[in-house]
Each structure stands twice: as structure tokens, then as C-alpha cells.
């Protein structure tokens, strides 16, 4: 069965800190892979993807993560942690089975708390 | 760029009433789902439309239903809601990319 883990479900680090927020999947096929943040009553924030290319991807606000084939990961990481980051993270994986939409497995999140 | 809009924010409804939640878009987009986000369980996908006109039941369908009722549309209904409906639920929508997702309803069912 395809699913995401998120073995976390907080990760505690101080402000200006390297942050790594963990992820791993299991699917068939080649993966396209997600994170999200969610914060307080808000809906998801797209932060980025990964289709296909660099093993390093790039996204919003500074964070990065990278993907690991050999060891199914996709680990969210920021070099310096902001307060402001303290929010709720999905890893999520598109369906592979899903051929006409984009649906998405979810993992169960990993609540980021960054400390002053 | 409203992009999901969700109405209503907040309701509380007893069990045994009706409900629908309303979910627009405006950027174009052919895919559209539900979710219901409880905690430690992630967001869990309840139905989705792939195209207007099409819908299909995710992974949590029972005792909801959906309509889509035109390309911007998309709609939730509870029948005769159940306390284990209480949950956070959200609509997004996509076009062969990342998923962009509204801001939610807070359901409380008492």
C-alpha cells in the first residue's frame, strides 16, 4: 500500500538552529513528493515540490529538503530556524494510482516549535 | 485572488441535522476535494472530483456526499450528521500540480 510517515510528531529546536523535519514514503513508481506547513487556522501552504532532477529542491521561506531514493526519504530542513516557523508540517506523496488528478497520500504531520 | 474560499468558518449543528459545506475557486482549476483533518491522524480525503461532473469517494465517504456543481463548485453534504463528524474540513483544488487548499470549517456536532 503507498503511504507517508512522518515519524515526529514534534520537533523541538532553538531559534537560529539548523531545523530537519522527517519523512518517508513507500510507493510504486517513481515519487512525487510534497511538504505543506500549516498555521493555526489556516488551510495548507503549498512550501514545495519534488518531481524529478536535482536531489536538492528548493522552496519557499527558506526551507529545502532533499530526496533520498535508496532510503525512501524526503527530509524538510531550513539551515537557521525562525520563530515565525512554528507551525504544523505534511509530507504528503501524490497517488501513483491516481492518473486523472493529483490526488495526495498525507502523512500525520510533525508540529515544529521553534524557541527564542 | 480569493483562490479557495470555504463557507461557512464555524458551525454547530446537533445530531441528526443537515449540513452542506460550500467550497469556490477561482483559478481554473479541474480537480477539487474534501478532507477532514482530526488530530494525529493527518488529513484523510473524503471525496474528490476530478473533473466537473465526475466524482469518486476517497478514503472516509460514509455519511457524506458531494456535488460538483460546475467547474468552481464543489460541495459537502451531511445527511444526518454524527458526533464523529466533528472534525476540521477542508477543500482544495488542483490543476496537474500542487494542491492549493482553503482555510477550513470548524464542524462541532453535539
Known amino acids: 500500500a503507498q503511504s507517508v510517515a512522518q515519524p515526529e510528531d514534534q520537533v523541538n529546536v532553538a531559534e537560529g538552529n539548523p531545523l530537519t523535519v522527517k519523512c518517508t514514503y513507500s510507493?510504486?513508481?517513481?515519487?512525487?513528493l510534497f511538504w505543506y506547513v500549516q498555521y493555526p487556522n489556516r488551510g495548507l501552504q503549498f512550501l514545495l515540490k519534488y518531481i524529478t532532477g536535482d536531489n536538492l529542491v528548493k522552496g519557499s521561506y527558506g526551507f529545502e529538503a532533499e530526496f533520498n531514493k535508496s532510503q525512501t526519504s524526503f527530509h524538510l530542513k531550513k539551515p537557521s530556524a525562525l520563530v515565525s516557523d512554528s507551525a504544523l508540517y505534511f509530507c504528503?506523496?501524490?497517488?501513483?494510482?491516481?492518473?486523472?488528478?493529483?490526488?495526495?497520500?498525507f502523512g500525520t504531520g510533525t508540529r515544529l516549535q521553534v524557541f527564542p | 485572488n480569493a483562490g479557495v474560499t470555504q463557507t461557512p468558518k464555524f458551525q454547530v449543528l446537533k445530531t441528526g441535522q443537515s449540513m452542506t459545506l460550500q467550497c469556490a475557486q477561482d483559478?481554473?482549476?479541474?480537480?477539487m476535494y474534501w478532507y477532514r483533518q482530526d488530530p494525529g491522524m493527518g488529513l484523510r480525503l473524503i471525496y474528490y472530483s476530478a473533473s466537473e461532473g465526475t466524482t469518486d469517494k476517497g478514503e472516509v465517504p460514509n455519511g457524506y456526499n458531494v456535488s460538483r456543481l460546475n467547474k468552481r463548485e464543489f460541495s459537502l453534504r451531511l445527511e444526518s450528521a454524527a458526533p464523529s463528524q466533528t472534525s476540521v474540513y477542508f477543500c482544495a483544488s488542483s490543476e496537474f500540480g500542487p494542491q492549493h487548499f482553503g482555510d477550513g470549517t470548524r464542524l462541532s456536532i453535539l
Open positions: 504528503a506523496v501524490r497517488d501513483p494510482l491516481s492518473y486523472n488528478t493529483d490526488k495526495l497520500i
Open positions: 510507493v510504486s513508481g517513481n515519487p512525487y
Open positions: 483559478m481554473n482549476h479541474n480537480s
